[in-house]
C-alpha cells in the first residue's frame, strides 16, 4: 500500500509562483511514474506533468509547458512541482500520483488558486 501527501498549495496572484510537493511511503519499488493532476470545477481531472523513476521520461501539458517544471528527489521518495507564471486557469486542485506495477496511487489533493 501507497500514501501520498501532498503539500505547498495556497492563494497566489497571476504571474506568481508556487511549489508543491509530494512524499511517498509504501511499497514503493525502484521502477514507477509520479506526477500531478488536476481537476477543476466541472472539468475532468487533467495530466499536469509526470516523471519516471529514472528521470529520462517527462511529459507536460501542453498548457504548461515552459511554465511548470516537474523534478524528483528518489532518496526521500518525493515528487515536485514548480509552477511559475502562474494564470488565473492554473486553478484547481491538483493531485499527486504514483504509478507502480500497473497500480496508481492517488494523493488527497491540494487547492492552488490564482487570482488578484
Known amino acids: 500500500q501507497v500514501q501520498l501527501v501532498e503539500s505547498g498549495g495556497g492563494l497566489v496572484q497571476p504571474g506568481g509562483s508556487l511549489r508543491l510537493s509530494c512524499a511517498a511511503s509504501g511499497s514503493i519499488f525502484s521502477f514507477n511514474v509520479m506526477g500531478w493532476y488536476r481537476q477543476a470545477p466541472g472539468n475532468q481531472r487533467e495530466l499536469v506533468a509526470g516523471?519516471?523513476?529514472?528521470?529520462?521520461?517527462?511529459s507536460y501539458a501542453d498548457s504548461v509547458k515552459g511554465r511548470f517544471t516537474i523534478s524528483r528527489d528518489n532518496a526521500k521518495n518525493t515528487v515536485y512541482l514548480q509552477m511559475d507564471s502562474l494564470k488565473p486557469e492554473d486553478t484547481a486542485v491538483y493531485y499527486c500520483y504514483l504509478d507502480v506495477l500497473r497500480q496508481r496511487s492517488w494523493g488527497q489533493g491540494t487547492q492552488v488558486t490564482v487570482s488578484s
Open positions: 516523471m519516471s523513476s529514472s528521470g529520462h521520461i517527462t
